[in-house]
C-alpha cells in the first residue's frame, strides 16, 4: 500500500514562529503535493513538486515555502506564522507515470496559531 | 481555467435513503474526474474515477457516478446510505493534457442520520 506520512496530527504554534510541516512518502512518486484544506473552500493547492529541488507554487503561495531535499520527502514552511493560517494541511503525492493519475493523501496536520 | 463546483454543502439523509451529491465543472478541455471521500479524522481516500470508457463508474462499497459531458457533471449516487458513509466528499478533476494537478470543488458534507 502506498503511505503517506506527516509529522504531526496537531500543532499549536504562535504568531511569528517558524513552522515546519513535513511529508514523507514510500513509493518512489516523482509527484508531491500541499494542499490547505478549509471549510467551505475545499482543498487549496499550496505548492507542488515535480522532482527533487524542484517547486512550482500552486494557488495559494503567499506566506509559504517549500523545500524538496530527497524524492520522498517534501517540507511546508511557514517562515512566520500568522492566525489566518491555522488550518489542515494536507500532503499528497502521485506518479506522472501513472495511468490512473490518483493522489495519494497523509491524515494531515491541523495547525492551530495562537 | 477549469473549475469544479458542488452545489451543496451539506446533505442530510436518513440511513437507507437514497443519496446523490451534485458536482459540476467547467472546462474547455476533456478532462478526467475523480470522487474522494474523507472520513471524520482522516486524510483522502479515493472514492472512484472517470477516465475514459464507460461513463458511468462504480466503487466497491456501492457509490457510483455518471460521466455526462454535455452537462459538465458528474454526480454522485447512491441508493442506500448507512450511518458509515457520513464524511465529506470532495469533486475533483485533472485536465488531461496536464495530469499533474487536481482541481477541487468545495466539498460536500454527507450527514446520515439513524
Known amino acids: 500500500d502506498v503511505k503517506v506520512t506527516q509529522s504531526s496530527r496537531y500543532l499549536v504554534k504562535r504568531t511569528g514562529e517558524k513552522v515546519f510541516l513535513e511529508c514523507v512518502q514510500d513509493?518512489?512518486?516523482?509527484?508531491m503535493f500541499w494542499y490547505r484544506q478549509d471549510p467551505g473552500l475545499g482543498l487549496r493547492l499550496i505548492y507542488f513538486?515535480?522532482?527533487?529541488?524542484?517547486?512550482e507554487k500552486g494557488d495559494i503561495p503567499e506566506g509559504y515555502s517549500v523545500s524538496r531535499e530527497k524524492k520522498e520527502r517534501f517540507s511546508l514552511i511557514l517562515e512566520s506564522a500568522s492566525t489566518n493560517q491555522t488550518s489542515m494541511y494536507l500532503c499528497?503525492?502521485?506518479?506522472?507515470?501513472?495511468?490512473?493519475?490518483?493522489?495519494?493523501f497523509g491524515p494531515g496536520t491541523r495547525l492551530t496559531v495562537t | 481555467a477549469q473549475s469544479v463546483t458542488q452545489l451543496d454543502s451539506q446533505v442530510p439523509v436518513f440511513e437507507e435513503a437514497p443519496v446523490e451529491l451534485r458536482c459540476n465543472y467547467s472546462s474547455s478541455v476533456s478532462v478526467y474526474l475523480f470522487w474522494y471521500v474523507q472520513y471524520p479524522n482522516q486524510g483522502l481516500q479515493l472514492l472512484l474515477k472517470y477516465l475514459s470508457g464507460s461513463t458511468l463508474v462504480e466503487s466497491i462499497n456501492g457509490f457510483e457516478a455518471e460521466f455526462n459531458k454535455s452537462q459538465t457533471s458528474f454526480h454522485l449516487r447512491k441508493p442506500s446510505v448507512h450511518i458509515s458513509d457520513t464524511a465529506e466528499y470532495f469533486c475533483a478533476v485533472i485536465p488531461s493534457s496536464n495530469t499533474g494537478k487536481l482541481i477541487f470543488g468545495q466539498g460536500t458534507t454527507l450527514q446520515v442520520k439513524p
Open positions: 499528497a503525492s502521485s506518479s506522472p507515470g501513472s495511468s490512473t493519475y490518483e493522489q495519494y
Open positions: 513509493m518512489d512518486h516523482e509527484n
Open positions: 513538486s515535480y522532482d527533487v529541488k524542484m517547486k
